[in-house]
DNA sequence: GAACTTGTGGGACACTCGTTCCAGTAGTTG
DNA sequence: CAACTACTGGAACGAGTGTCCCACAAGTTC
């Protein structure tokens, strides 16, 4: 075992998790070689050093945080899956927690998205999350439009959380994700049948 | 009448114009003063001239760019609203070109998003056609909760058509608008109730 | 015509940027 | 110890940046 490639390791991942920072706080355009290796307190050259591009260094990150989101919300979803009910609360304090305590995070995640919306081979990173949560449902037989309809409403529920003059509380969020999660129990409630839109 | 400001007014809005072309093909990012220029076909000065820095150039493009949009969408709504039948239809296919034909076009709206999310003067015009579509549904005394539902929804068909390895066709999106819109028709047909997630 | 306002556009300054070069250090292997 | 490898970090180059300055032209008003 070599000391020297631990402790290089080390650092790697040191400027990973400062060029995350650097997005969380300024935005992917906030990112460059020198504000990096500022947060870090490293040389500047570290940073050429580890990734042989700002490229390479904007793609390593964002890759690595969405590969942590993921793990981090798989576990959420199969419970979701096991026990709707007890799931809504979960989840929609989840969510007002990314667009409130975590929301620089839940910024550096859109930032993703529209990057790989420009880049190819970012688009599995920013899918990772989607493509996860639709196999961890797989078993359980949900019906897909429906499912699909709700992963998008999640999307669109943070995304407009992060342009909101304050970010939604969990009140607010309750009832829209309680909807979409058992959208019937909702329309018997009215006893409408169509949303008239 | 002065001539001279007239032109002026003219000129001013090509820079506007030719802002919006760079956010579409190369980001919010690809926007400085001599590229704005470049595309516009004027001096480098002329972008200064009109806008005092370049932040004001990219709001005012923006904030321009959202009302045109939501002038854009507010018929579309008001036609779904009227008659959801045909308006699935059109809606879908609304849906299907943004994320086609007019790609360049939804990113560059994104991307105002995200601005918005770091920007307070940029929220509003970030807003301003889901205010307006809000407003155009108010009259019809539809069910808030699964309209707000139905609005992120489309949101997130949006970013994550902007996403996937090709635009979603009319065909990928059809059955999951169709669900949004009338979603006990959806459930009926399966006889189930609940979307088990 | 002269005095003015409004718009034009070339040039330059100070700065940050990505990236490369390269001499030096510390750790590893023989 | 010597040869080698992995990493460090200062310095610098060329390119692009935002913004300001200022001489000038064109249109307007008297």
Chains 1, 2 share one sequence.
Do not use: C
Request: zero cysteines; aromatic letters at 6%.
């Amino acid at each position: 075992m070599d000391g020297r490639r631990a402790r290089g390791e080390r650092r790697r991942q040191a400027i990973l998790e400062a060029t995350l920072r650097v997005i969380e706080r300024d935005g992917v355009s906030g990112v460059s070689h020198r504000s990096v290796a500022r947060e870090a307190g490293v040389p500047t050259t570290s940073t050429t050093y580890y990734f042989a591009s700002l490229d390479d260094l904007l793609i390593a990150t964002l890759t690595w945080s969405a590969d942590k989101l993921a793990d981090d919300i798989s576990g959420l979803i199969v419970k979701l899956v096991d026990a709707p009910d007890s799931g809504v609360g979960e989840i929609t304090q989840r969510l007002a927690d990314l667009v409130g305590v975590h929301r620089g995070r839940t910024m550096a995640e859109y930032e993703l998205y529209l990057l790989a919306a420009r880049r190819p081979e970012l688009k599995s990173a920013a899918r990772r999350w989607l493509d996860l949560i639709t196999e961890a449902a797989r078993p359980y037989n949900t019906d897909p439009v429906a499912f699909r309809g709700f992963l998008a409403a999640l999307d669109g529920l943070l995304m407009q959380g992060l342009i909101a003059d304050e970010p939604p509380s969990v009140s607010d969020l309750e009832p829209v994700v309680s909807y979409l999660i058992r959208p019937q129990e909702h329309l018997d409630r009215l006893r409408g049948g169509t949303m008239g839109a």
